[in-house]
């Protein structure tokens, strides 16, 4: 039975009943009441249980004593990469799962996947291409560019989408020529990295960069750092016009319960972890961020 992916909805996997092999599908609307959702995987007995990064940051902080989460088998991330504070997170929650921290786009879903028998050892990384994909990394002009290079992520395989519904000239951004005579390949617009190993490491999405003193700061690195910081649960980082820098860097940032931290603070701490640039120059604590309903941070609302 292969882990299920989260669709409109989140979606959890349990035996199907009766004879044969199967599974069921139990389909929630959305995280918005997360003890709602677990009484689901309680009483249905979830095997599999699918989520994003901002749905585990919410879990994290939750009392789950009072669920039996034992029979949850994997446990797979899309969306955004998992940092290694969610993945802690996740090994506490469900101590008898495998984790598969995993990375996809709308485009061609799931994309790569980190064996959870090397989740310890490649942390940081968004792993290794799914069956039947290959992926590599270009520059600006479509060359391939060596290991420890960022660049853009170009996909192919079994995944990869036919084109966006009646948006030919959108589908030629996306999808361009690849090896074989016919065949077409997803340019993702997400910045990347491969190692040595062909591991992969997800630095944000091309239309996230921003260009703050010269030079080109990615958000997803930003807010790593941030969630480093003791006492910072979520965190997002945008660009916003500045006269002098171009575009400052703005961070969003919800604290955990019972953190007590301020702007100044969490300014300070990333001085720590990340180049003079990349520094946010303002830091705004606030209760919650704007969310899909699967979720993932809107950050259009930030902006």
């Known amino acids: 039975m292969a882990p299920t992916s989260l669709g409109p909805s989140p979606a959890m996997a349990t035996p199907a009943a009766g004879r044969g092999q199967g599974s069921r599908l139990v389909l929630e609307r959305s995280f918005t009441f997360p003890?709602?959702?677990?009484?689901?995987?309680?009483?249905?007995?979830?095997?599999?249980?699918p989520g994003v990064p901002t749905v585990f940051s919410v879990l994290a902080e939750l009392d789950l004593g009072v669920y039996d989460l034992s029979r949850i088998r994997a446990v797979t991330n899309t969306a955004?990469?998992?940092?290694?504070?969610h993945i802690q997170a996740l090994k506490r929650i469900f101590p008898a799962a495998r984790i598969y921290s995993m990375y996809g786009l709308t485009e061609c879903k799931r994309v790569s996947y980190v064996p959870p028998e090397e989740l310890d050892r490649k942390i940081d990384s968004v792993g290794v291409p799914i069956p039947n994909t290959e992926c590599w990394i270009v520059d600006e002009q479509g060359t391939r560019l060596p290991p420890g290079q960022v660049g853009q992520l170009v996909v192919r395989g079994a995944t990869v989408m036919r084109g966006y519904w009646e948006k030919p000239e959108q589908t030629a951004r996306k999808l361009k020529p690849g090896p074989l005579p016919g065949e077409q390949v997803l340019w993702t617009g997400d910045l990347c990295r491969m190692d040595e190993e062909g591991y992969l490491y997800f630095v944000?999405?091309?239309d996230d960069v921003i260009k703050s003193r010269g030079e080109k700061v990615a958000p997803k690195e930003v807010e790593a750092a941030l969630l480093a910081i003791g006492g910072v649960r979520e965190a997002a980082v945008v660009g916003v016009a500045d006269d002098f820098l171009g575009q400052a860097v703005k961070a969003f940032v919800v604290l955990e319960a019972g953190a007590v931290l301020t702007a100044n603070d969490i300014r300070r701490a990333s001085q720590a972890r990340l180049e003079s640039f990349m520094v946010p120059k303002y830091v705004e604590i606030v209760g919650s961020l704007p969310r899909t309903d699967t979720g993932k941070i809107k950050k259009t609302g930030l902006r």
């Open 204 to 206: 944000g999405r091309m």
């Open 35 to 49: 003890a709602q959702v677990l009484q689901q995987v309680v009483e249905q007995a979830v095997t599999f249980f």
């Open 80 to 85: 955004a990469a998992l940092h290694p504070k």
